[in-house]
């Protein structure tokens, strides 16, 4: 249990350590450039799913051991998917058909937007499971 305890304060700090390690480096203390942009292309995607962690991660602390495990099983799987769509996305677009293109900032916020209801969502059915 307490290796359990330790692991989940651990997903807190390393959050907290990404975003502000953007913050204070690349962004230059510019939260926009961290959101948004084609400038730091790694670092922005590192804050959007540090940011969309750090949101999720209270949560966690209400939760059981087993539930938290299946839980991180699928938070590896997620950000796994999520790095190789993103890899494999094109930088940017121009064209008519620009708006329906995915780019790498576009999959970065798509998939760290879509972590946090999933996220909760899960914890919250095998929660009910569990039950």
């Known amino acids: 249990m307490k290796k359990i305890i330790i692991q ?23 939260l926009s450039k961290c959101l948004g942009g084609n400038s730091i ?3 922005r995607t590192l804050f959007h799913f540090s940011l969309s962690l750090l949101i999720v991660s209270p949560f966690l602390f209400f939760i059981r051991d087993e539930i938290f ?14 790095i190789v769509l993103i890899a494999i996305s094109p930088e940017s677009h121009a064209g008519i058909f620009a708006m329906m293109n995915p780019t790498k900032e576009s999959v970065s916020i798509l998939f760290a937007s879509l972590f946090i209801p999933t996220t909760l969502l899960k914890l919250f059915l095998d929660s009910k499971k569990t039950s």
Not at 70 to 81: E, P, V
Request: aromatic share 18%; proline share 2%; hydrophobic share 60%.
């Open 41 to 43: 292309l790694v670092t």
């Open 69 to 82: 495990r299946k839980w991180f099983r699928f938070a590896l799987i997620w950000f796994g998917i999520a």
């Open 8 to 30: 989940k304060a651990t997903i807190i700090c390393i959050s907290i350590g990404a975003l502000m390690i953007s913050f204070v480096g690349p962004c230059n203390f510019n």
